[in-house]
């Protein structure tokens, strides 16, 4: 755990199996994706005990995001068996309780979702036998997953997924590219595209926005994450900020920013 903006190291968090995609709350809590103990675990801000473990039986966990206007947390799960899939999305109500699990007809694994401000949730993934990215929308009130038609064929291997306060927000697993995408009905469009300038892992994953900045897990090497950087948004470029991990921290993967509820 690092203070924001400062990048003071101020915790570290322990007993994870294998931590996956991370998101936060209005209220600053924060949800870890533990994707081998098929579990996703609450903490309140600054926190080192988790508050509330939620398992997701059945599927392993992927990523994560919360509904500022209802408090409904989504969990996006990659898959059901780690070579032949089908994953699932599931909803916790009131981020609470059992959650019920979601699919749409053209993905096999789910990645990341977001929710924006309106309460829709985006989710991305694959389709079986391929890695070209897949996105889909559930329109709030809904209970199916609608596909959306990319009108731009976007790189193999789909990031991480985050509304950005106008455009759905997606990144290339694997160029360390993020598009923004204007959706409109079931047909979206590129209309923005951020590089990140220093970045040479091509292993860009899951990703936070806060405000007019991104914070990225990155590496300077090919497939070696290792630091956490600050970029402006959308403008990309060059880094403003950067943090190495720890001495002995395994491979970086995702990232949110938590702020407190005054």
Not at 190 to 215: E, M, P, Y
Request: glycine share 14%.
């Amino acid at each position: 755990m690092y203070s924001y903006p400062a990048a003071k190291l101020v915790g570290t968090l322990v007993g994870f199996k294998g931590p996956g995609g991370l998101c936060s709350d209005r209220a600053g809590n924060v949800y870890i994706v533990d994707t081998p103990a098929v579990a996703v675990l609450e903490y309140a801000h600054g926190g080192k005990k988790p508050i509330e473990v939620l398992h997701v039986y059945g599927y392993y966990p992927q990523g994560c995001s919360v509904d500022a206007t209802t408090g409904d947390l989504a969990v996006a799960n990659y898959a059901s068996n780690p070579q032949l899939g089908p994953g699932s999305v599931t909803i916790f109500r009131k981020g609470r309780g059992m959650g019920k699990s979601y699919q749409a007809s053209s993905f096999n694994e789910y990645f990341f979702c977001s929710f924006d401000a309106k309460g829709n949730l985006y989710v991305d993934g694959t389709n079986a036998g391929t890695t070209q990215t897949e996105l889909a929308e559930m329109p709030r009130g809904s209970t199916s997953l609608t596909d959306i038609t990319l009108k731009q064929n976007l790189g193999p291997f789909p990031g991480a997924v985050q509304w950005d306060g106008k455009y759905v927000a997606l990144t290339d697993g694997t160029t360390g590219e993020l598009y923004r995408i204007k959706v409109t009905g079931s047909t979206g469009t590129v209309v923005g595209t951020t590089r990140f300038k220093g970045d040479r892992s091509t292993l860009l994953a899951q990703f936070w926005i806060a405000g007019n900045t991104i914070v990225v897990p990155y590496g300077v090497a090919k497939r070696m994450v290792k630091k956490i950087g600050f970029w402006p948004y959308p403008a990309g470029g060059a880094a403003t900020k950067s943090i190495q991990a720890p001495a002995g921290a395994a491979e970086l993967f995702g990232a949110t920013v938590s702020v407190p509820k005054n």
